[in-house]
């Protein structure tokens, strides 16, 4: 999953994504929504690979997009967006 995240720009953190222009999982703004399927499994993952030190700089860089995201994410993703999403970057 990480060797895949991208490093660089304004979508820096998050994957890779599906845009067939079908909000909200196939647009623009989708990446988001992949962003926090990501968070959800690294924050139900046990927690030695959590704090794992080799994963630390992705986690930072997923944890900037989340947080660059919810504030520009367009109402109808966020009404999509899986619940609990606005805490994930705390947990993990």
Do not use: C
Not at 2 to 26: S, V
Not at 48 to 72: A, D
Request: hydrophobic share 40%; glycine share 8%.
């Amino acid at each position: 999953m990480w060797a895949l995240q991208i490093k660089t720009g304004d979508k820096r953190g998050a994957w890779p994504w599906l845009n067939f222009q079908l909000q909200p999982w196939e647009a623009e703004d989708s990446q988001f929504y992949g962003a926090t399927l990501a968070a959800i499994a690294v924050a139900t993952a046990p927690s030695g690979y959590r704090s794992s030190p080799h994963i630390q700089p992705n986690l930072q860089s997923l944890r900037e997009y989340l947080q660059r995201g919810l504030r520009g994410a367009i109402a109808e993703q966020s009404r999509h967006t899986p619940l609990g999403v606005h805490e994930i970057p705390r947990h993990f």
